[in-house]
């Protein structure tokens, strides 16, 4: 009935939320890149992304009606036929052209009452179906939503002297309340182009802000689901890594099973993860 859990089948769930102008489109085809070789780009932003196709190679569908249907049919159609799907954006599923606002307001203006709260009954499950899709896309996929928008008052130096001047901000994204907790991760993208993260699942990434995220984060992300060794700089990272995962073992035994392990096609390293596994077990 039970068997032991492992994140070797795991797919990546990634939000970007963001003004506009904080990077979010081409910080997820940069992640993207270095996530897998493939890449799809639902596109919703009047062909934003195609901006980048000298930078980034990766197939685009473009998306003129914000239905949570159009949505739902080309994350099927991704689905496990690219090595990782950005959705840019998702808000438009909640406040675009015919997108989950719109369609609670239609069915509200043919009911008698005009009564929004009954429109949601028919509105809901067709969000929920389009959460489900995401979630059970068999890519890694990276979302970009766009967050409220707020000016404030922020200060500045200028030739020695204080000034102040009106500063955007973001506030919270542009889609469902508590969308946000379906993810692994989730990060704000401030005007410099720095991701604060604010949620995740990956230990590594808890409470950092990371400025222009891409190799370096995928990377991160990569060893998290299982392949560590992206970021070993030497046998002795190695080693601290499966002394972290078999804290009963002693140091100098495993550092003799590492010398006696053959490399597999010249590598070591995925040789290394699968045997320290197998020592797992009886522990």
């Known amino acids: 009935m039970f068997k032991r859990a492992t994140k070797s089948q795991i797919k990546l769930r990634l939000a970007l939320v963001g003004i506009s102008g904080g990077g979010k489109t081409y910080s997820a085809l940069s992640i993207a890149s270095h996530l897998g070789k ?3 780009v639902i596109d919703t932003e009047h062909g934003s992304a195609s901006k980048y196709a000298d930078l980034f190679q990766f197939d685009t569908c473009e998306l003129s009606s914000f239905h949570p249907q159009n ?3 080309a994350i099927n ?3 496990g036929n690219y090595d990782v799907l950005i959705v840019d954006s998702l808000s438009h599923a909640w406040i675009g052209k015919d997108g ?3 369609q609670v307001d239609r069915i509200a203006k043919r009911s008698p009452s005009s009564n929004t709260f009954a429109a949601w009954r028919d509105v809901t499950p067709l969000h929920n179906q389009l959460v489900e899709a995401m979630l059970l896309c068999q890519s890694h996929l990276i979302v970009t939503m766009r967050s409220k928008t707020e000016y404030v008052m922020e200060e500045y ?3 020695g002297r204080k000034k102040t001047r009106p500063a955007k901000v973001g506030l919270a994204p542009i889609q469902r309340d508590g969308l946000e907790y379906e993810f692994d991760v989730v990060g704000d993208m ?3 182009n720095n991701l604060i993260v604010t949620k995740s699942r990956c230990p590594d990434l808890v409470g950092r802000v990371i400025n222009k995220p891409g190799k370096d984060l995928a990377y991160c992300l990569r060893a998290w689901m299982g392949e560590p060794w992206l970021v070993w700089k030497s046998e002795a990272d190695a080693i601290a890594w499966a002394a972290a995962q078999l804290p009963e073992m002693p140091i100098e035994e495993l550092r003799q099973e590492f010398d006696n392990l053959p490399a ?3 590598k070591k390293a995925p040789v290394w993860v699968e045997r320290v596994a197998v020592l797992k ?3």
């Open 38 to 40: 493939s890449i799809a």
């Open 71 to 73: 949505y739902i049919d």
């Open 77 to 79: 159609a991704a689905s």
């Open 100 to 102: 989950a606002l719109e």
């Open 157 to 159: 130096e200028d030739k």
């Open 190 to 192: 401030d005007k410099d």
């Open 264 to 266: 597999s096609n010249g």
């Open 281 to 283: 077990e009886p522990f």
